[in-house]
């Protein structure tokens, strides 16, 4: 599925890519629209991640799973 994806981006996007992700997991995996509001913001000095690169690897990759999991509160199931 992500081969697929990969294929319809050039190699440098596809590094960009990468790098944005490894960044969002760096910085704490903030959720893809924070972490575009901080790029956009220009809150981390010579980065060199772009909204684009951001969007990019949303589409290769999905959601960033540890983002979701930190965020997802777990809820008993009562049941009588």
Known sequence: MVE???SKYTVNAYKHATI???????????SS???????EGNLLQN???T??????????????????KG???HQKNWSC
């Open 71 to 73: 965020k997802t509160v």
């Open 51 to 68: 909204k684009q690169d951001i969007l990019i690897a949303e589409d290769i990759f999905g959601p960033d799973i540890g983002a979701l």
């Open 47 to 49: 980065c060199p991640v």
């Open 20 to 30: 944005a992700r490894e960044l969002q997991m760096t910085i704490g995996r903030p």
């Open 4 to 6: 697929d994806k990969k």
């Open 33 to 39: 629209q924070d972490f575009i509001n901080i790029i």
